[in-house]
C-alpha cells in the first residue's frame, strides 16, 4: 500500500488550497480514509475521515465549515479541500488508510486505527 499526498504550499491566511492523496490499494473503494496532520513541536492531530463511500464525514470542530474531504475511487484519491484557511492550519498534512484486513471496519478518529500513512504535505499559511 502506498500513499502519496500532494498539493501542499505557502497561502495566505483566509486562502484555500486543495490536497489530494493518491492509494495505490486494491480494495480503495472499501476502505475509510483519513487525513492528520502535524504542526511542529506538536503531536499529530485529526483532520477529517471520510467513508469508503464518501457518505459519511467525520471533522474536528477546528476545521469543520471551512474543510471538506472528498473521495473519487475510480481515481482511487481522496481530496481535503481547505479554505479560509488560519496561521494555526500550518502543519505538515497526512492522508492514512486503515488496515485491509477488515473491511470497510469502522470509521474513526483514532489515529491508532490506520495502518497507512503517506509522507506527508506541508502547509503554509502566513498571517
Known amino acids: 500500500v502506498q500513499l502519496q499526498a500532494s498539493g501542499g504550499g505557502l497561502v495566505q491566511a483566509g486562502g484555500s488550497l486543495r490536497l489530494s492523496c493518491a492509494a495505490s490499494?486494491?480494495?480503495?473503494?472499501?476502505?475509510?480514509m483519513g487525513w492528520f496532520r502535524q504542526a511542529r513541536g506538536k503531536e499529530r492531530e485529526f483532520v477529517t475521515a471520510?467513508?469508503?463511500?464518501?457518505?459519511?464525514?467525520y471533522y474536528a470542530d477546528s476545521v469543520k465549515g471551512r474543510f471538506t474531504a472528498s473521495r473519487d475511487n475510480r481515481k482511487a484519491t481522496v481530496y481535503l479541500q481547505m479554505n479560509n484557511l488560519k496561521p494555526e492550519d500550518t502543519a505538515v498534512y497526512f492522508c492514512?488508510?486503515?488496515?485491509?484486513?477488515?473491511?470497510?471496519?469502522?470509521?474513526?478518529?483514532?489515529?491508532?486505527?490506520?495502518?497507512?500513512w503517506g509522507q506527508g504535505t506541508l502547509v503554509t499559511v502566513s498571517s
Open positions: 492514512a488508510a486503515p488496515s485491509l484486513s477488515v473491511v470497510p471496519g469502522i470509521l474513526s478518529r483514532n489515529e491508532n486505527t490506520y495502518r497507512y
Open positions: 490499494v486494491p480494495t480503495f473503494s472499501s476502505i475509510h
Open positions: 471520510i467513508s469508503y463511500d464518501g457518505a459519511t464525514t
